[in-house]
């Protein structure tokens, strides 16, 4: 798989090729902000719906998929193949661990926003499920990809106690101001049920949650006052509102 020639959405041959940060069709002439790479995995029990949300069909030049045996051949993989300004679309959370790998090797100190009505914040120990998609923003701070003054957790409502106790004792909160500053690029990872189960169809609805419009939002605060590195999208059903939403919300980020 190459980042510099992808699929493009509108001619479905391979004829959009990376400039700069995004891509140009040599066939129909559209440009696009970012190339789209689908994983389509779900690293737990019974998330086949959410990994078939990955193959929402979205208008991004696709660069390929990365489907593996393991998470830390997932994780490796796509690190290794992200566009400059990588679209994550992915199953499960997990997807955001090689993202982040990748982007934060290519930019001096990467802020991550991470939108999520869920904590991400277990370890095998503290699990409740022993499903790793409940664990990978924990994964990025403990092996240190991530600082946990570089990281805005944000819409999250519904957190295990040891996940609750993991934030008072890092001071990871929803504050932008926190996260951002110092940074020199913010990577945003967005699990679709942060919003309000009225506003999107996800695998783990809560409810309680924002609107799409908060949510615009916030992302449009994010890219005011850093780049926007990339993105990931997860927790999605694939169903054919949830195109429209996602596109909102890509916009808003600058994609």
């Known amino acids: 798989m190459s980042s ?4 493009c959405p509108l001619c479905r041959t391979f004829t959009a090729v990376a400039v700069g940060a995004g891509y140009e069709c040599h066939s129909c002439g559209r440009e696009f902000t970012a190339g789209l790479v689908r994983v ?62 990748g982007l934060a090797a290519r930019h001096g100190r990467l802020a991550v926003v991470w939108l999520d009505a869920h904590g991400d914040l277990n370890t095998p120990e503290t699990s409740p499920s022993g499903n790793e998609w409940g664990m990978p923003l924990r994964m990025l701070l403990d092996d240190g990809v991530v600082h ?35 940074a020199d690029a913010a990577y945003v990872a967005l699990d679709l049920d942060v919003l309000d189960p009225d506003e999107a169809d996800v695998f783990m609805p809560e409810p309680g949650g924002p609107s799409v419009e908060a949510v615009e939002g916030v992302l449009r605060e994010v890219a005011s006052r850093l780049p926007v590195a990339g993105a990931g999208v997860t927790g999605l059903l694939q169903r054919d509102r949830n195109v429209g939403v996602v596109t909102r919300l890509l916009a808003a980020a600058g994609l």
Do not use: K
């Open 4 to 7: 510099l020639r992808a699929r």
């Open 40 to 101: 389509p995995r779900a690293w737990g029990q019974g998330g086949e719906a959410m990994a078939e949300g990955a193959g929402l069909p979205l208008a991004y030049p696709e660069t390929g998929s990365v489907l593996r045996d393991t998470l830390d051949e997932q994780t490796e993989e796509l690190a290794s193949v992200l566009p400059e300004r990588p679209l994550v679309l992915g199953g499960c959370c997990c997807s955001h661990v090689g993202a982040v790998r």
């Open 148 to 182: 946990a003054e570089d990281a805005a957790l944000v819409g999250a409502r519904n957190l295990d106690p040891p996940e609750a106790a993991f934030l008072a004792e890092t001071g990871i909160d929803d504050s932008l101001d926190r996260a951002l500053a110092g």
